[in-house]
């Protein structure tokens, strides 16, 4: 018997049933063995030693995995066909090595596209050994990542206190996100007038032109700047005699996409479904690893993290016949279609991702999966079938028209495209991420050259130019990529980093970096400019692909970073902070400054009127303040317009007002901190604050409610035994009731305003009986329904965040997942995950006899 490492359980169990009793597939559930957060885990002057750490649960499924490999033939790696894949089959033979488990057993390496019978069992066919060459550029990245966070963060932590972290990609990520808003500030809005005619033919059709040239000079689109012009190139129209200059009709044929890599998957599944990057690599995850059809687990498409755009030859017959068998024999091109990367940097040594079956059309896997898995396959299914259909063929017009007034000329436009063949969008049409038109014109009547056309009514429009958006995550992504930074793995964890750090948060699906991040960056550019260069980091990840490729030594690479890297380290410790918030004064000046309203000068400070506003640091982060301070105590925090907050230390970001308390005449209002949204009673250090409860939303609060919350902890009432007053309130762990000492929880947190005085002294009479040690059960937020091993499984809100429950095992959910759109197969696969840690049994298990 040989033993199988896979990464996953649901991939384990899969694969089991397709190798037979032979094999003993077991899941090292991911990397096994990490570099210690620590100093020291990597060492530049030991020839860049690395020092790895297991923790409890890994340690325990090692320890499993080595004595199922004492007892077998041999030890096949089989995890994921990527850099991390490899990394991870390597850490599980280092370890094995080092327990002595293998002896003289043989080592396999396998790797397969797919989850399914054919693909493994071809794989089993073809072992290899482990590839050094990926390895090392594994080893290179975790060691730059580690010398890069270790070494600059401490950095920022001194010269910029409130600053969370830098990393190698995330840095340069965030730079993408602020430079974008800086030129959105920078951007100055044109006003401009558009002028177009409608315009009937001899046949009675109408149409629009719109107005290309003036007296013989060519308009571009913001050369009429006013309405006075605007308004005489009307009267000119209205007066003039329109005649067809020429008609011109250029066929032309638009070719498909390739099939999808992880980034343009990941971007379309933003711009046609709403999916997060995460989420989109969540549920395609699931997809890959397989879901049962008809009784057998299936993988329903290759491995999803890849930038290859080329499909197998045998997919490729398989999508023609399913585009003969779809569409028709009149869509297949004459030869399959072959595609290659245009990304920077890109390895194609994987396929695309596409179905693992054609015939398994998205109508007849619907009914195995839920909505959202349905919705990704059928995308997925239609991108890759697309790219092996014929071209799309379109006749595209160009009218010109010549409007002859009394002593003046006018040239017109009129643009129009028709579809003669569909061809591949018959399949599959792109949705374009950005705000920009999509360039797609109406069709046009019969227009002939010569013809004379009627005057129906001229229009003339104001606009506006507009800056450029904000990058979506599916737009930061196809960047990143551009430039050839990051690579597919990566792309989310990049995101979710900048959001763990309060550097950027996101609204409608936009990336809007935060001050905190902008002040990170500003640093970042003036002192270490070259770091956050993105040629620099480009030209270091085309270095990790040549090490991977075998063309360059891993540890050369390391060597030539960390010469010039420490050097600029080394350099900056002796900065001193008011040089650094000099020169962040300088660059963050729209930020920290804006424009006054009475044009006066923005630095001046607007309370004591002799004082300069400069950047500050307090223990929560950045923010403005008066230089004659204590003698003016004027702060406001980065981002707000003159306002003064009263309290630079809170972390605060703006503030909504809510009205006034009743009692005190207080003014309340709604401020976003260092930990979150809260409500604020009054100005300064002795202002009453109260964070906002989970499940209440800043949307949700009013004043009323937030008097309610200022007011706690709210007296229920006395007990009736002791006389002692019985209380209620929001603490760390939650609602709860307190009486003489004596804890209870409540369930939720309308308990907290509306629990009467029986039902309080009920529940501590409950928890008196239960002994100090009870702790009461959250509540289910919702039902998952029955686990294959018994018990329902629920949904929970607990001290420590949202789980998921079934018998007497929990499993918390991953950090940001909104435990109300919680699926029972994501519940099953966070359950066996949570079994396998603690050797639980998942659900409530057999009645013995």
């Known amino acids: ?51 790895w750490s297991t923790d409890s649960a890994s340690a325990k499924r090692l320890n499993e995995i080595a004595k199922a490999v004492k007892e077998a033939d041999g030890l096949i790696l089989a995890t994921d066909p990527d850099r991390e894949g490899e990394a991870i089959s390597w850490h599980v033979l280092e370890v094995l090595r080092q327990k002595r488990a293998l002896k003289d057993k043989p080592v396999r390496r396998v790797t397969f596209n797919a989850i399914t019978k054919n693909a493994v069992l071809e794989a089993m066919k073809s072992p290899r050994e482990i590839d050094a060459s990926l390895v090392d550029a594994y080893l290179a990245r975790r060691a730059l990542d580690y010398l890069v966070g270790f070494t600059l963060s401490p950095v920022l932590w001194r010269k910029l206190p409130g600053a969370r972290s830098a990393g190698r990609v995330q840095s340069v990520a965030l ?67 329109y005649r067809v200059l020429s008609v011109e009709a250029k066929p032309t044929r638009r070719n498909p996409a390739p099939p999808f890599i992880t ?17 989109t690599m969540q549920i ?75 015939s398994r059309t998205p109508d007849e896997v619907r009914k195995y999966l839920d909505p959202d898995q349905a919705r990704l396959y059928e995308m997925i299914w239609k991108r890759a079938i697309a790219s092996q259909m014929a071209a799309a063929e379109i006749e595209r017009t160009t009218v010109e028209i010549e409007a002859a007034g ?19 969008l018959a399949a599959y049409t792109e949705v374009k991420e950005d705000d920009s038109e999509d360039g797609e014109d109406t069709r046009l009547p019969e227009i002939n050259s010569g013809e004379t056309l009627a005057r129906r009514a001229i229009n003339v429009t104001k606009h506006t130019t507009e800056p ?105 410790k002796g900065l001193r902070v008011t040089d650094v918030l000099e020169a962040l004064n300088e660059e963050l000046a729209p930020l920290l400054f804006p424009p006054r309203e009475d044009g006066g000068d923005p630095r001046l400070c607007p309370r004591c009127g002799a004082g300069r506003l400069s950047l500050k640091l307090g223990r929560y982060g950045a923010f403005v303040g008066c230089s004659n301070y204590p003698e003016c105590g004027y702060t406001r925090q980065l981002g707000e317009n003159g306002a003064e907050s009263g ?114 002294v009920s529940l501590l009479a409950e928890k008196k009986a239960k002994g100090p040690r009870a702790r009461a059960t959250p509540a289910a937020l919702k039902e998952l329904g029955e686990h294959p091993d018994g018990g329902v499984i629920t949904v929970r809100d607990g001290r420590y965040g949202p789980y998921v429950n079934v018998g ?8 940001g997942k909104d435990p109300m759109s919680l699926t029972r197969e994501e519940a099953l696969e966070l359950i066996a995950a949570k079994a396998g840690k603690t050797g639980k049994k998942s659900g409530r298990g057999k009645a013995r006899s």
């Not at 009394?406 to 003669?420: C, E, H, N, P, W």
């Open 284 to 358: 395609a995850q699931r997809l890959y690893e397989g879901v049962d059809i008809g009784g057998e687990t299936t993988g329903l498409i290759t491995y999803m993290r890849t930038d290859g755009v080329q499909m197998a030859p045998e997919a490729l017959e398989q999508a023609r016949q399913a585009v003969a068998r779809t569409f028709g024999d009149r869509y297949l091109p004459d030869k399959p279609r072959y595609y290659s990367s245009k990304a920077k940097n890109a390895q194609e040594a994987h396929e695309a991702i596409r179905p693992t079956d054609f």
């Open 406 to 424: 009394a002593d003046r000329k006018a040239v017109l436009r009129a643009v129009g495209s028709v579809i003669r063949f569909d061809g591949f």
């Open 647 to 760: 309290d630079a230390e809170a972390g605060l970001d703006g503030h909504k007002v809510l009205g006034t308390d009743p009692f005190t005449g207080e003014e309340i209002t709604l401020r976003s901190g260092r930990f979150g949204p809260y409500v604020q009673r009054g100005e300064g250090k002795e202002a009453k604050r109260a964070s906002l409860p989970k499940g209440w939303t800043p949307d949700s609060i009013d004043r009323e409610r937030a008097i309610a919350l200022l007011s706690l902890p709210r007296d229920v009432g006395p007990h009736p035994e002791t006389g002692k007053m019985i209380s209620a309130g929001i603490g760390r762990y939650g609602p709860f009731l307190l009486h003489d000492g004596t804890y209870a929880n409540l369930e939720s947190v309308d308990d907290v305003f509306s629990i009467g005085l029986n039902r309080a």
């Open 808 to 815: 007497k095992i929990n499993a918390t959910l991953p950090k």
């Open 468 to 572: 450029p958006p904000r990058y979506t995550e599916a737009t930061l992504i196809k960047k990143l990529e551009e430039l050839g930074i990051g690579r597919p793995s990566t792309y989310t964890a990049i995101l979710k980093t900048l959001e763990d750090r309060d550097y950027v948060t996101i609204e409608k699906r936009r990336l809007v970096p935060q001050a905190k991040g902008r002040v990170v960056t500003a640093f970042l550019e003036n002192f270490f400019r070259r770091y956050v260069e993105y040629d620099f980091t480009a030209d270091l990840e085309e270095k990790l692909d040549e090490i991977s490729d075998g063309k360059l030594a891993w540890k050369d690479v390391l060597r030539d970073f960390w010469t010039e890297f420490s050097g600029a380290v080394n350099d900056i």
């Open 1 to 51: 018997m040989d033993v199988v490492i896979v990464e996953s359980p649901p991939k384990a169990k899969t694969i089991n049933k397709y190798l037979g009793k032979d094999y003993k597939v077991l899941a090292s559930f991911g990397h096994v063995r990490d570099l210690p957060a620590k100093d020291g885990s990597v060492r530049p002057d030991e020839d860049f030693a690395m020092s």
């Open 175 to 241: 730079r993408l996100v602020c430079d974008r808003e800086a030129e959105i500030e920078r951007f100055v809005r044109q006003d401009y007038w558009l002028v177009a005619a409608l315009l009937d033919t001899p046949r009675g059709e109408t149409f629009e032109a719109r107005l290309t040239e003036l007296d013989g000079r060519k308009l571009q689109k913001l050369d009429v700047k006013s309405q006075e012009e605007a308004d005489s190139i009307k009267a000119l129209l209205e007066g003039a005699s």
């Open 263 to 279: 980034s343009t998957l990941q971007q379309a599944a933003s711009s046609r479904l709403g999916f997060s990057g995460s989420r």
